[in-house]
């Protein structure tokens, strides 16, 4: 199973979800997305992929979202976006990815769904 998870090892939910992917003995592909930014083209395929909109992706806590006016409901999506590519700090995270799942991991407990969706475990809906 291929995982990759956008990281950020300052965040204890992030490290916690590192640290279940690695008992559920999943090695992950580790993206620091402070180090190494998703370009934007990178973002609009997370956004496509997770069904959420760009705006899901923000960090509301993040100083940089009240500093560029973030809040501001007619931004496009595109704004959003660039704001993300050129601040990554305001990336919600962790993010993970794998071949039949792309979802924000956070609660923490998410990960359990994660796994279970990439292991073909988890129920199908109705």
């Known amino acids: 199973m291929t995982v990759t998870i956008y990281h950020?090892?300052?965040?204890?939910?992030?490290?916690?979800?590192?640290?279940?992917?690695?008992?559920?003995?999943?090695?992950?592909?580790?993206?620091?997305?402070?180090k190494s930014p998703p370009t934007l083209e990178e973002l609009r395929d997370l956004v496509a992929r997770t069904g959420l909109s760009p705006r899901e992706l923000l960090r509301e806590k993040e100083s940089e979202y009240a500093e560029l006016s973030l809040d501001d409901g007619s931004l496009t999506d595109?704004?959003?976006?660039?704001?993300?590519?050129?601040?990554?700090?305001?990336l919600e995270r962790p993010i993970l990815v794998g071949g039949k799942a792309v979802m924000?991991?956070?609660?923490?407990?998410?990960v359990a769904d994660f796994i279970a969706i990439e292991e073909g475990d988890a129920p199908q809906p109705l």
């Open 8 to 34: 950020n090892p300052q965040c204890s939910v992030s490290r916690h979800v590192l640290d279940a992917l690695r008992e559920a003995g999943i090695e992950p592909q580790i993206i620091e997305y402070l």
């Open 78 to 90: 595109d704004q959003i976006l660039g704001a993300i590519a050129a601040h990554p700090k305001l």
């Open 104 to 110: 924000i991991a956070r609660p923490k407990e998410r």
